[in-house]
Structures are given as C-alpha cells and as structure tokens.
Antibody
Framework: QVRLVQSGADVKEPGASVKLSCKAS????????IHWMRQAPGQGLEWVGV????????NYAKNFQGRVTMTRDTSTNTVYMELSSLTSDDTAIFYC?????????????WGQGTLVTVSS | DIVMTQSPDSLAVSLGERATINCKSS????????????LAWFQQKPGQSPRLLIS???IRESGVPDRFTGSGSGTDFTLTINSLLAEDVAVYYC?????????FGQGTKLEIK
C-alpha cells in the first residue's frame, strides 16, 4: 500500500535551518509529484510547494520563496524539504503528500506529519 | 492567488441529519478545455493527517462512504454529508489546484449537536 513516512519531530532555534524527509513506498516513486504543506498549531493548512518526479522542477509559495528548497533522491524514494531562517511562525506540523502524475491534481496520500518547534 | 472562502466556520448537526459546507473561490477553477473543476475536499480528524474525500469537485475517492457528496462548478462548491455519524466529527477543507499556489479554505469545524 502507498505510504509516506516522515522524519521525526525537531526543535530549532530562531534563525536556524531544518531539513525534513519523506520516504515513499508502495507505488512508482518516479511517477508522482510530492507536495509539502504547513499547519500551525490549531490553524488551517497552507501549501508550501511541490517537486516533480525528476526533481528538476519545483514551485514554491511566495511566503516561502528564498528560504525553502525541495529535493528528491530517487535511489531511496525520499523527498527532502529544507527551510532556512526559521522564526516562531514556522512552529508547525509539516506534511508531505503524494500528488498526481500530472501537475494539477490533488494529494491523495499524506505522511504522518513532522512537528517542527522553533524556540530559543 | 485564488482565495478560497468556506462557510460556515463551524457547524453543529444532530446525528442522522445532513451537514452542508460551502466553499467559494475568488476565481473560476473550471478548466474549460476539459470541463473539469480543480477543486478537492479533505477531512481532518483531531490528531490525524488530512484525508482526501472528493476530487474534481464531485468524484468520491475509493473507500469514502457515499454519504459524502461534492457538488458545484466554477466558483461555488458544496460538500454535503448525509446521515451524520459521530465519526464524521472533523475539520473539513476545500482546496483549489487549478493554479499555483494551491490554496485551501480556512476550514469548517463539524461537531455533533
């Protein structure tokens, strides 16, 4: 079955960077886009960005441009999201989710989420 | 950016009754070349990851009970939950994937009356 397993919770100081991982299994990794979303405590969902199957196309939300980088390793079926210049506003659960074969498709399988806490 | 606005923000419905959640997009999300609305609905239960219920405005995902129905086109959409069960308590989100950035509605919290 399709599974997306994310890395564990992390605590960072303001100004630091965090790199999250999302390991996929149960489907052909190279065929699907992967999206990332952020959800602050008690708040709604916010789209962060997307990476294509080949890893050579990304699209990031304006709020994150300049400090987010998404990459993928097809040898381990893993996608990474690095977020720099962390602030307290980045304290949130980050989800990775499988997109479609085409760019315009909803996410049908989600990871369990990674809690990132930004605190001094 | 396309702004998605859900109504109401919260809703309390009796068991066995119908719940209706609305979602309005600031721009058309109907792609005329294929006549598809790029609109999805998600359910998020407390402490869980979101679950895709409906894609293309009205296509129920595999395993989703037929009590859940999506309707609408263009800029106005509705998620209807018939015969409400206790397990339907959750926050529901709409999402447009017509253009980047993909954008979610603010969420509607559904509770039992």
């Amino acid at each position: 079955q399709v599974r997306l397993v994310q890395s564990g919770a992390d605590v960072k100081e303001p100004g630091a960077s965090v790199k999250l991982s999302c390991k996929a299994s149960g489907y052909t990794f190279a065929n699907h886009y992967i999206h990332w979303m952020r959800q602050a405590p008690g708040q709604g969902l916010e789209w962060v960005g997307v990476i294509n199957p080949g890893g050579d196309y990304t699209n990031y939300a304006k709020n994150f441009q300049g400090r987010v980088t998404m990459t993928r390793d097809t040898s381990t079926n893993t996608v990474y999201m690095e977020l720099s210049s962390l602030t307290s506003d980045d304290t949130a659960i980050f989800y990775c989710a499988r997109g479609g074969i085409d760019l315009a498709a909803p996410c049908d399988y989600w990871g369990q989420g990674t809690l990132v806490t930004v605190s001094s | 950016d396309i702004v998605m606005t859900q109504s109401p923000d919260s809703l309390a419905v009796s068991l066995g009754e119908r719940a209706t959640i609305n979602c309005k997009s600031s721009q058309n999300v109907l792609y005329t070349s294929n006549n598809k609305d790029y609109l999805a609905w998600f359910q998020q239960k407390p402490g869980q990851s979101p679950r895709l219920l409906i894609s293309w405005a009205s296509i129920r995902e595999s395993g989703v009970p037929d009590r859940f129905t999506g309707s609408g086109s263009g800029t106005d959409f509705t998620l209807t939950i018939n015969s409400l069960l206790a397990e339907d308590v959750a926050v529901y989100y709409c999402l447009q994937y017509y253009s980047f950035p993909h954008t979610f509605g603010q969420g509607t919290k559904l509770e039992i009356k």
